[in-house]
């Protein structure tokens, strides 16, 4: 496989690093190749806007992103720092989020990432998402970790189950784009987790990164699952939550 | 009451400028006083790191966002950019964050306002959070465009409840540093609406801002309803996706 890891950490020696630096070593050992965007070391720009477009705007009076993306896509005009991403991720097989949870999500340098990289007409476009998404036949995971507990984040733990918490990254950016989405690796409080603890962790990891083909994929439901209005038909269990895979 | 806008579109024009511009317009006129933080002309820079210590760091050899943030906002060796809106932020009564979803959520420059403004000994602290959050008694709301219909963010919808894609915000940015919060007031789709029909949906935003003393908030548990490890006790409701407002 193509492996891209999009590693979002501004601290090389931080548990993120070693588990962005050990995903690196196990994923070569095991025979794939391996590109790694380090975001924070890139300096990239998370900041979209009209600096995303390199060439002619599509309307110098108005920036819409999408529009502009969809129009300096098709014309090869989007920026160079954006237009090496996607390189990578046309290449990719296998992606990975290597982040810290902040504020219960993508740092913002990962979530820039993903707004200016995902462009239109690259990563969706009408009648291209979810079943029929333009990344189908790529597969992708989060690898995080957190400043609180597991038991927070269990469904009952008063920060919300982290299907919940990650439910915007799971289905709304990589099942949206069409990808298939293994379970998350949380790293939780690594720095809890005294040395021990974190070879544990890592070694878990490493097991996790060897075993992806036989680790069953998050649920989402099938395109087939929606009627009317792209909501659930009226035979498929229809409570709140249910599209969640738990 | 003092009121903040935190606003976040690259294009004045925008559904979302309007939207900002009507809200300053009839807070006013209610007799609040209200600043705007207009991030994309600001050109706040949303990149969490080393660059957010203005003095002499914790710990130079070893970057940890939650530990500087704490050493250097106790020192008020924060950089100059988050000084002044962690001032806006203590004057403020009211927060509004104004927004187009991308991506499921918050665009990066926003995100990154809330990793680096929102700091930890500034926005919370061990023991100060939920229930005993640092804002306790300021309100806040998020006002937002998407670009997919409400069914699709129905409970049953494609996209999920947009009360789920938006529990990181709610609870994990908003209620987690002890805010209340109003119920999302959501624009679906604005550029599909036409001219009357964005002018209703102004109107209707209007109302909301005049009506937010009679707006119910939205639900989260008590902190006497969570138990052992912060998880919800056995005598309450306790199946998956209860904390959510749905």
Redo the contacts between chains.
């Keep these: 496989m193509n492996v891209l890891i999009v590693y979002a950490h ?2 090389p ?2 548990f993120n690093g070693a588990m962005k630096d050990l995903a690196v070593e196990t994923l070569i050992q095991a025979g794939h190749d391996v590109v790694v965007s380090d975001l ?1 070391a890139m300096g990239f720009d ?5 600096g995303d477009i390199a060439g002619e705007r599509h309307d110098p009076g ?5 529009r502009e993306q969809t129009a300096a896509y098709e014309a090869g005009a989007l920026s160079a720092d954006i237009g090496a991403e996607i390189e990578k991720l046309k290449r990719a097989d296998f992606v990975i989020f290597q982040f ?1 949870v ?8 990962l ?2 990432w ?2 200016r990289v ?1 462009a239109r007409g690259f990563a969706y476009l009408p009648g291209r998402k ?1 079943d029929t998404g333009l990344f189908k036949g790529k597969l992708a995971m989060v690898a995080a970790t957190t ?1 609180t ?1 597991a ?2 984040y ?8 982290i299907l ?2 990650l ?3 799971h ?3 990589l099942r ?1 784009s069409g990808f298939d989405v293994l379970p998350p690796f949380i790293a939780y409080m690594p ?1 809890r987790l005294g040395d021990d603890g974190r070879r544990a962790c890592l070694e878990a990891y490493r097991k996790r990164l060897e075993d992806t083909d036989d680790t069953p994929r998050l649920f989402f ?1 099938p395109a087939a699952d ?1 009627g009317k ?4 038909k009226p035979g498929v269990l ?7 895979n ?1």
């Design positions: 501004p601290e020696k931080s924070y998370p900041v979209a806007g009209p108005f920036f819409s992103l999408p810290p902040w504020w219960f999500g993508m740092p913002a340098i979530k820039g993903a707004d995902f979810y400043g507990s038991d927070t269990a469904p009952d733990g008063i920060d919300g189950d919940t918490v439910w915007p990254v289905n709304g950016l949206y720095g439901h929606y209005n792209e909501r659930l229809a409570r709140s939550g249910v599209q969640r738990v």
